[in-house]
């Protein structure tokens, strides 16, 4: 799943560790979602959707694997 | 969240230290301290037991802390190490019983291996994600 992740976080000058620690995650799993590698649950989701104020389907583009 | 996976690696590493010391004492204790004492020996033997299931309790709040990244790490992990015990376990037993190795099976030689195999597994599954 392609993600905005990485963009959002800069805009608002969040380190990976505030990002974490707001989300109620570990800096690694943002890392690994930034990087594509892992895909967030749907609470993860709805809360980084909530956290920037945009839709979750504006920041999460579904594609399908091969 | 940091704080209370702090407390809980914290009570992990006492709970596992303190059963890791009831078990040498209720394994050398029967020979080198209190000479062959069935009571005694039975009460070591279930001080460890109880610590034992302590650790256990402490593993599960630990695991229950993890985000979803770690405990699909942890899940990996511990499945190929399920699988990995009960597979070299048998053949390890086999190995005895057919007397192709010269020496007595021993569950220690066995615990051994789980908990290597999960540690390089858990190291593995964490690069992957990094």
Do not use: C
């Amino acid at each position: 799943m392609k993600n905005r992740l990485k963009v959002l976080r800069a805009e608002y000058s969040y380190t990976q560790e505030d990002l974490a620690d707001i989300i109620g995650v570990s800096r690694q799993t943002i890392n690994a979602i930034e990087k594509e590698k892992f895909d967030p649950s749907l609470p993860t989701a709805f809360r980084i959707s909530k956290l920037f104020k945009l839709p979750i389907e504006v920041i999460f583009h579904f594609e399908e694997t091969k | 969240m940091k704080k209370e996976r702090k407390k809980n690696l914290y009570n992990l590493a006492l709970w596992t230290w303190s059963w890791v010391a009831t078990l040498a004492i209720a394994s050398f204790g029967p020979k080198y301290i209190w000479d062959d004492h069935t009571v005694l020996t039975t009460l070591a033997i279930s001080v460890n037991f109880v610590h034992g299931i302590l650790m256990i309790v402490a593993n599960r709040r630990m695991f229950n802390n993890f985000d979803e990244l770690e405990r699909k790490i942890h899940l990996e992990s511990l499945a190929l190490t399920l699988g990995l015990a009960v597979v070299v376990g048998l053949s390890y037993s086999l190995l005895d019983t057919t007397n192709l190795i010269a020496y007595d099976a021993a569950i220690s030689n066995l615990v051994i291996f789980i908990g290597l195999t999960y540690l390089v597994l858990v190291t593995i599954n964490t690069r992957r994600y990094a």
